[in-house]
């Protein structure tokens, strides 16, 4: 067995999550399987265990699999900064930032450096899982295509494509791009897979037929609509769903236009003493809120005028008035401080803004990225916890005097006199079962959750529903 590729028919099918459930499965069997995606598009990125960052559903996959993450599971990463342009992650380093217009020059360039990680995890794994990216139907995007049928054919990698039926016309998505893809494209596809369905799958039973009838393609299957996928870390903010509450420890976090590493909110999302809204553009802050996060962002000063322009500033004034607290997270504390400067534009035009000035700190970005996983002490619980590292910029001033915690001994992250406002760099903290405990008791709550167990036991239930639906024996023996 050497490799597999899941494609998807178009956009969030469900690739991600189908690819997490077959290396679960294929771990199983005793194999050793790791995950790979060529080319990834998210904000949504984790630090790896050799200091550079992936997509975060690269790192869910690699935990599907028993395995740390590393840079050769995501080779390429961009990270949006604007409509048009993005930054360019190569092997979990920053090359570049460019327009998109530009990348489509760039990244044939890129496929040695794809094909090189490929290799590696080649080489030390039974399989490999890959995970394409958009849709191979795009095919005005196929030259030097590094994330879909480029990559496949380089690699000589066979190729399953999911459809995504809950979106309606899912036979014209399957039968569609097999008739704009390249006959040596189409030749690549060995079957295809339907998920999302609701209902009864038996009802599709001619829709089904009519697909492999026209495409000459084998069926692996229709998967239901998998209910607990919302317990699995969400790549895109769209995707966090959390239950609806009606009381709880009422937490809202505010959805930057280039909101990054939301991921933090999953654990608070799963709690039941929580409720968790994601405030989206137009909404005003709740007046029954007892704490706002600012969450991390692309783009900080990008989305600090966003955050204004929604109205969100005055919401937040009058929300400390009523005695509420605020949080903010990596670029959403440095939203909190005075100012924010970035001489070399290094996250859009050159300037420097005014903060929301709720802390006495202020932002200076610098070009030397910050990334690293940590172990942190809280300083107002004692309480020790893990998280990371990811960021751009470097944040003083006297309210670091009053840290939010402390890493190695040294202050981190800042709070003003009453303790209501406090800001930290460190992702990933509420997924510590401890900590949560913790700062949920300082507002009063419980938890009542262990996270990590749970995306363990949502991961084997993701792969058993695999199993029963799907024709999960058939899929791994396509690998070559």
């Given at each position: 067995m050497t490799a597999l590729m899941i494609q998807g028919a178009g956009s969030n099918v469900g690739k991600s999550m189908l690819v997490a459930g077959l290396c679960r499965a294929a771990r199983a069997r005793g194999l050793s399987v790791a995950p790979f995606k060529p080319q990834n598009m998210s904000n949504n990125a984790a630090v790896t265990k050799d200091t550079g960052e992936i997509g975060r559903a690269q790192a869910l996959q690699a935990l599907a699999c028993g395995l740390e993450p590393v840079t050769d599971m995501n080779p390429v990463l961009l990270k949006p900064e604007s409509e048009t342009g993005a930054q360019v992650i190569v092997q979990g380093r920053r090359l570049t930032t460019t327009r998109a217009a530009d990348y489509q020059h760039l990244k044939p360039k890129l496929m040695a450096a794809v094909l090189e990680s490929y290799q590696r995890l080649r080489a030390a794994h039974d399989l490999v899982i890959i995970e394409g990216a958009g849709s191979p139907a795009e095919v005005n995007l196929r030259a030097g295509d590094i994330a879909n049928m480029g990559f496949a054919c380089a690699a000589d990698v066979p190729v399953v494509l999911v459809g995504d039926i809950d979106r309606g016309g899912v036979i014209a998505q399957l039968v569609g791009t097999q008739a704009v893809l390249a006959p040596e494209d189409a030749a690549m596809i060995a079957g295809f897979a339907i998920n999302k369905f609701r209902g009864d799958p038996r009802l599709f039973d001619d829709g089904y037929l009519l697909i492999e009838n026209l495409t000459g393609w084998r069926g692996y299957g229709v998967l239901p609509w998998f209910k607990d996928a919302w317990r699995l870390p969400a790549e895109d903010a769209l995707d966090l769903h959390a239950p609806k509450r009606m009381d709880g420890l009422h937490i809202v976090c505010l959805c930057f236009s280039r909101i990054a590493n939301?991921?933090?909110?999953?654990?608070?999302?799963?709690?039941?003493?929580?409720?968790?809204?994601?405030?989206?553009?137009?909404?005003?802050?709740?007046?029954?809120?007892?704490?706002?996060?600012?969450?991390?962002?692309?783009?900080?000063?990008?989305?600090?005028?966003?955050?204004?322009?929604?109205?969100?500033?005055?919401?937040?004034?009058?929300?400390?008035?009523?005695?509420?607290?605020?949080?903010?997270?990596?670029?959403?504390?440095?939203?909190?401080?005075?100012?924010?400067?970035?001489?070399?534009?290094?996250?859009?035009?050159?300037?420097?803004?005014?903060?929301?000035?709720?802390?006495?700190?202020?932002?200076?970005?610098?070009?030397?990225?910050?990334?690293?996983?940590?172990?942190?002490?809280?300083?107002?619980?004692?309480?020790?916890?893990?998280?990371?590292?990811?960021?751009?910029?470097?944040?003083?001033?006297?309210?670091?005097?009053?840290?939010?915690?402390?890493?190695?001994?040294?202050?981190?992250?800042?709070?003003?006199?009453?303790g209501r406002v406090q800001g930290s760099y460190l992702h990933g903290m509420f997924s510590d079962d401890g900590f949560r405990a913790a700062w949920m008791a300082g507002f009063g709550a419980s938890s009542q959750t262990g996270y990590a167990q749970g995306v363990e036991n949502t991961l084997d239930a993701l792969a058993a529903h695999l199993e029963k639906h799907l024709d999960v024996c058939g899929l791994l023996a396509l690998a070559r």
């Open positions: 939301f991921d933090d909110l999953d654990p608070l999302a799963q709690e039941p003493g929580v409720r968790l809204t994601m405030l989206r553009a137009g909404q005003a802050i709740p007046g029954d809120t007892d704490l706002v996060i600012l969450p991390g962002t692309k783009s900080t000063r990008g989305d600090l005028a966003f955050l204004r322009a929604q109205g969100w500033e005055i919401d937040l004034a009058a929300h400390l008035r009523r005695g509420g607290h605020v949080l903010g997270i990596c670029g959403g504390y440095q939203m909190l401080g005075q100012w924010i400067d970035d001489p070399e534009g290094l996250e859009g035009p050159a300037g420097r803004d005014p903060g929301l000035g709720l802390l006495d700190v202020a932002t200076v970005m610098s070009p030397d990225k910050r990334l690293t996983q940590v172990q942190a002490m809280h300083v107002d619980s004692g309480q020790s916890f893990g998280g990371y590292e990811i960021h751009l910029g470097r944040t003083d001033g006297a309210d670091r005097a009053r840290p939010f915690a402390k890493v190695a001994g040294q202050p981190e992250g800042a709070c003003d006199a009453t």
